[in-house]
């Protein structure tokens, strides 16, 4: 079954450290996403991709990068200048070209990642 | 900048309907509209385009009213399953844009027996 695949569940990063989420999708969706979300709140975007080698930064980018050398993956790197990284963050993809056409097309997200500061 | 989602929770029992509404300050071009469950991923429900156009999905159904840049969900004779976290997402453009969303801060949904 297709599906966009998170890991690790969690994550726990030391002061300092740079850790990476990873994400894979086999849907053979163009755009892939990376949302962060904190308790009672809903979801901010961090970064974006809609095509191969090509990523944008989205509203919370600061201390967070990304690379899409291939479509299927996503990597999420939390680097030590996040100064708050504790959160649960959610990688979702979409297929937003149908034969030529841009549409939009829900999000399918993955199960996602928490991320804890020790 | 984040749509806004009314109410910020709802409190029901089986079988009572609820509507959960989405308001943005931009021109949008289409609303989504995802459930969550404690700790899980966000579920997709439902997508509407510009066009003011209202879709169904089971008992739950949803509008768009693009002159006033606002959504709303609507949920008939609710079940225990639709306890969660609903969120809509906008897309403020279409074309290019590829889908890129912005989401409200979420409405919690608790049903009762």
């Known amino acids: 079954d297709g599906g966009i695949t998170q890991s690790p569940k969690y994550l726990f990063r030391k002061e300092g450290q740079n850790v990476t989420l990873s994400c894979e999708q086999n849907?053979?969706?163009?755009?892939m996403y990376w949302y962060r979300q904190d308790p009672g709140q809903g979801l901010r975007l961090i970064y974006y991709s809609q095509i191969v080698n090509d990523f944008q930064k989205g509203d919370i980018a600061e201390g967070y990068s990304v690379s899409r050398e291939k479509k299927e993956s996503f990597p999420l790197t939390v680097t030590s200048a996040q100064k708050n990284p504790t959160a649960f963050y959610l990688c979702a993809s979409s297929s937003s070209r149908v034969l030529g056409q841009t549409k939009n097309y829900g999000y399918t997200f993955g199960s996602g990642t928490r991320l804890t500061v020790v | 900048q984040q749509p806004v989602q009314s109410p910020q929770a709802v409190i029901l029992r089986e079988g009572e309907d609820a509507v959960i509404n989405c308001s943005s300050s931009k021109a949008l071009y289409s609303v989504h509209w995802y459930r969550q469950k404690h700790g899980e991923a966000p579920v997709f429900l439902m997508i509407l385009l510009k066009g003011g156009e209202q879709k169904g999905h089971e008992k739950i159904s949803a509008s768009f009213n693009e002159k006033k840049q606002q959504s709303s969900l609507y949920l008939t004779a609710s079940q225990l399953s639709y306890s969660g976290t609903y969120f809509c997402g906008t897309a403020d453009s279409g074309g290019t844009s590829y889908g890129k969303l912005t989401f409200g801060q979420g409405t919690i949904l608790t049903v009762h027996p």
């Open positions: 849907l053979n969706h163009d755009a």
